[in-house]
């Protein structure tokens, strides 16, 4: 089977002592390719240094999680976004709403995410976002942005399909992780409501590690597994899923014409 993994926390401590081991795996498990998420700056700047090491294999990506909302700089943190970008960066995030918790508050998640999207639009940047129980403000923003031009994915997506059809609707792709494959999963419906040219699948590794590995420290060679269960629930076979995946994530991030730019240097 062949994927690309589209949301990979791979810059991370949890992956300091066997890294070089892991992308083995993710290679021999069929990864063309791993997306690096850098959900803060200095997430942003250990994941650019893993591109430098493995390029045309790793891309990575530069935002404020909303987690992090409370502390944005604004235009200081736009700004290095923005530098990422420039130097290879392939969407802006992770960046979005989580009503979850109130330890950040809601106005302040609002101006960053509404900060990062001005941005994805003026550079013309695919973007990342992680939603969670805000779907009314997501929804809202999220259609303003695509009416804007702006291109992204719902990721680790479990919300309702109203939320994901809307931004269908204006352009964006809604991307899957392990937790469809967790027995408490029920929603094969939300699912098979996603094009087959807007799904996308994701590790989020090291979070969220898919039967038969959950409990795990997640990688990105068990999105096979992920991508499985998503061919069951929607009727197609594994390998050609995976193709599929694999090609949307290029498209999304335009992952072949940078490898095509860092062939050219």
Same mark, same amino acid.
């Not at 939603?131 to 990721?155: I, P």
């Not at 629930?233 to 730019?261: C, D, I, K, Q, T």
């Given at each position: =089977?062949?994927?690309?993994?589209? /949301?990979?926390? #791979?810059?991370?401590?949890?992956?300091?002592?066997?890294? $070089?081991?892991?992308?083995?795996?993710?290679?021999?498990?069929?990864?063309?390719? *791993?997306?690096? *998420?850098?959900?803060?700056?200095?997430?942003?700047?250990?994941?650019? !240094?893993?591109?430098?090491?493995?390029?045309?294999? *790793?891309?990575?990506?530069?935002? *404020? /999680?909303?987690?992090?909302?409370?502390?944005?700089?604004?235009? $200081?943190?736009?700004?290095?976004?923005?530098?990422?970008?420039?130097?290879?960066?392939?969407? +802006?995030?992770?960046?979005?709403?989580?009503?979850?918790?109130?330890?950040?508050?809601?106005?302040?998640?609002?101006?960053?995410?509404?900060? !990062?999207?001005?941005?994805?639009?003026?550079?013309?940047?695919? &973007?990342? +976002?992680?939603?969670?129980?805000?779907?009314?403000?997501?929804?809202? =923003? &999220?259609?303003?942005?695509?009416?804007?031009?702006?291109?992204?994915?719902?990721?680790?997506?479990?919300?309702?399909?109203?939320?994901?059809?809307?931004?269908?609707? &204006?352009?964006?792709? +809604?991307?899957?992780?392990?937790?469809?494959?967790?027995? %408490?999963?029920?929603?094969?419906?939300?699912?098979?409501?996603?094009?087959?040219?807007?799904?996308?699948?994701?590790?989020?590794?090291?979070?969220?590690?898919?039967?038969?590995?959950?409990? %795990?420290?997640?990688?990105?060679?068990?999105?096979?597994?992920?991508?499985?269960?998503?061919?069951?629930?929607?009727?197609?076979?594994?390998?050609?899923?995976?193709?599929?995946?694999?090609?949307?994530?290029?498209?999304?991030?335009? #992952?072949?014409?940078?490898?095509?730019?860092?062939?050219?240097?």
């Amino acid at each position: =089977m062949r994927f690309i993994d589209s /949301h990979c926390h #791979l810059a991370g401590p949890e992956f300091d002592a066997d890294r $070089d081991e892991v992308l083995q795996r993710a290679r021999e498990a069929g990864a063309e390719a *791993i997306v690096c *998420i850098g959900e803060s700056i200095a997430a942003a700047d250990r994941a650019e !240094q893993l591109v430098a090491a493995h390029p045309g294999f *790793i891309f990575h990506t530069a935002g *404020i /999680h909303p987690y992090d909302a409370a502390g944005f700089r604004g235009d $200081d943190d736009v700004a290095a976004i923005d530098a990422h970008l420039a130097r290879g960066a392939v969407a +802006v995030g992770e960046c979005g709403l989580d009503y979850s918790y109130e330890h950040v508050p809601r106005e302040r998640q609002r101006e960053a995410f509404a900060a !990062q999207l001005a941005l994805a639009a003026r550079r013309e940047a695919p &973007v990342i +976002v992680h939603t969670r129980q805000a779907e009314d403000d997501t929804r809202a =923003m &999220v259609v303003e942005a695509g009416a804007a031009g702006v291109r992204g994915v719902l990721h680790c997506y479990t919300g309702s399909i109203a939320l994901a059809e809307a931004a269908l609707d &204006v352009g964006w792709y +809604v991307s899957f992780s392990g937790i469809v494959t967790f027995n %408490k999963w029920t929603d094969d419906a939300l699912v098979r409501v996603v094009p087959d040219d807007r799904i996308l699948a994701e590790s989020d590794a090291p979070y969220l590690a898919p039967v038969p590995r959950r409990g %795990k420290r997640n990688e990105p060679a068990w999105v096979a597994h992920t991508v499985a269960r998503l061919a069951e629930a929607r009727g197609v076979e594994a390998r050609a899923l995976g193709a599929r995946v694999a090609a949307n994530a290029r498209a999304l991030f335009r #992952l072949g014409e940078l490898s095509h730019r860092e062939r050219a240097v």
